[in-house]
């Protein structure tokens, strides 16, 4: 799905395909997120975590693009205020919604983990590297063993 939706915006072109591109895993992480926590709150305070630090490079990648793109930075900050509700619904929807449901949340979680891993190898990894540099590989390793010390931690 992600695939598909990332040909079609790449296709499609314009300024909003890397604003739709970090969309489609923002929202269904958000439902995911909200669901989880009415069963194990220091997971999804853990998972909050992540996703917000995984938000942030693409939300500012999003950013410089749009912005390069012709969309003055002050129009992009009151557009991205109001993406950032879309979270809110998100994870208010999954943790009324979905908080009896641990089935459908884990399908949620897997499509947006798929969709993450995709876009990584699509759009971040090749992009990464930098000559004679060590520090991309250092860094997702970092990423790695943050999330399994984390996941330990719980």
Known sequence: VFMLL????SKKGGQVAMLMAMLM??????IALGALFTTNKQSATLLAIFIGLQNLPEAFNSFI????????ARKLLFIFFLLGFSGIIG???????????????????I???????????QD?????????SWLPAL???????VGMIGEKLI
């Open 111 to 121: 499509f947006s983990s798929g969709g993450i891993i995709y876009l990584l190898f």
């Open 139 to 145: 860094g997702a390793t970092l990423g790695f063993a």
């Open 65 to 72: 693009e749009l912005n390069k793109n012709g969309i003055k």
């Open 6 to 9: 990332s040909e079609y915006l």
């Open 124 to 132: 971040i990894a090749p992009g990464s590297h930098m000559k004679r």
């Open 25 to 30: 895993d923002y929202i269904p992480e958000s």
């Open 91 to 109: 994870a208010a929807s999954g943790l009324y919604f979905l908080s009896d449901l641990p089935q459908v949340t884990a399908h949620i979680m």
